[in-house]
């Protein structure tokens, strides 16, 4: 598993180096010194690699969002904003996250692992702003609480195409958007 470690260190690398549509399992296979025949039964070709990857981003943002949930606020609407600078801190300093999970989906599996976080933040940010006491008619079809997620994670990738990063600009534009969506739900606003 150190050699698979290695290869997947390396690959995070050569995506911020050169994008993912230069990043090869020979390339890998020769920055590392891992041989390909080594490679190809754990990732038979770059997108399963590019989907571990993204996989592995999701579940460490999961987390990082999940702890934001334990922090307490008074408002969602103080919620929603640290989220959003949770997530962008995130991508900020993981180049390889953003390039995989903010550029695009590159296989079936991709969209499909999105759709997964999604809904699963979606359940996490219901559960938050339920024990604030607001927000109590978001209707779950749609999932408006995934539509709201949609618009922040829309504003972080418009963020990192032009900028190459998730500013406190775009941060402060996501929060506007997903408080002025949510808002029109708020029952207490």
């Given at each position: 598993m150190a050699r698979m470690a290695k290869v997947l260190d390396a690959a995070e690398h050569m995506l911020e180096e050169v994008g993912p549509e230069k990043t090869s399992i020979p390339a890998l296979a020769e920055m590392t010194g891992v041989p390909r025949a080594a490679i190809y039964p754990f990732f038979p070709e770059k997108y399963a690699l590019f989907s571990h990857l993204a996989m592995k981003h999701m579940d460490c943002l999961t987390k990082a969002l999940a702890l934001s949930v334990d922090e307490p606020t008074r408002d969602w609407r103080e919620w929603v904003d640290a989220a959003i600078r949770v997530t962008a801190d995130y991508y900020n300093a993981h180049p390889a996250a953003s390039i995989l999970l903010l550029c695009g989906s590159f296989s079936d599996a991709d969209r499909e692992a999105h759709e997964s976080k999604n809904a699963a933040l979606g359940t996490l940010f219901r559960a938050k702003v339920a024990s604030l006491g607001a927000l109590t008619a978001l209707p779950s079809i749609p999932d408006v609480a995934t539509?709201?997620?949609?618009?922040?994670?829309?504003c972080m990738k418009?963020?990192?195409?032009?900028?190459?990063?998730?500013?406190?600009?775009?941060?402060?534009?996501?929060?506007?958007?997903?408080?002025?969506?949510?808002?029109?739900?708020?029952?207490q606003g």
């Open positions: 539509i709201g997620l949609e618009i922040a994670f829309a418009h963020g990192y195409a032009t900028e190459g990063r998730v500013s406190p600009e775009i941060c402060r534009e996501a929060t506007r958007a997903v408080i002025a969506y949510l808002g029109s739900w708020d029952e």
